[in-house]
């Protein structure tokens, strides 16, 4: 227990902070989607991939959907977001999610193992992979103009 009282103000702080990180491969993974299709990260090798891990009863994870839709249709040759959903909701869950706040990007389901290998402690978490399936940046709080600096200086 003296262990979880001294460990939990790190794992927040590292929860909420954005770090721009050393980049690390990125960890492999395959996740269904909504249309009951597998995917897999390396589907999306040589794209700038933004991971945004997410589940239904969210509130924080509804404020950012119409600036990633725009985002995902700005970039729409050169990136790919990926919602992950984490928390195991059924696809029902998930696709009346994405009616109900208009989402137009990817959504997986069932990444639980993938959010604990990415080291994911809240919600929503963004990742953001190179083109080169590295993690350059992770953070809780999405700023548009901040990530689409960052995405456009990894495609230069």
């Known amino acids: 227990m003296k262990l ?23 960890p492999a993974f395959k996740l269904e989607n909504t ?32 600036q990633i839709n725009r985002l995902q249709d700005d970039y729409k040759d050169d990136l790919q977001v990926l919602g992950v959903e984490y ?23 069932g990444g639980k193992s993938v959010a604990n290998q990415y080291r994911v402690f809240g919600a929503p978490t963004y990742v953001l992979i190179d083109k080169e399936g590295n993690i350059v940046h992770t953070g809780m709080n999405y700023k548009d103009i901040e990530m689409r600096d960052k995405i456009k200086s ?3």
Do not use: Q
């Open 4 to 26: 979880l009282t001294l460990l939990f103000p790190l794992m927040l702080l590292l929860s909420t902070t954005d770090i721009d990180t050393p980049p690390r491969k990125a």
């Open 154 to 156: 990894l495609l230069e």
């Open 35 to 66: 249309k009951e299709k597998y995917i897999r990260l390396s589907d999306f090798e040589g794209k700038v991939v933004l991971l945004k891990f997410w589940f239904v009863h969210c509130g924080n994870c509804v404020r950012d959907i119409n």
């Open 87 to 109: 928390m195991n909701e059924t696809i029902y869950g998930v696709k009346g999610y994405e009616r109900k706040y208009g989402v137009r990007y990817m959504n997986l389901m």
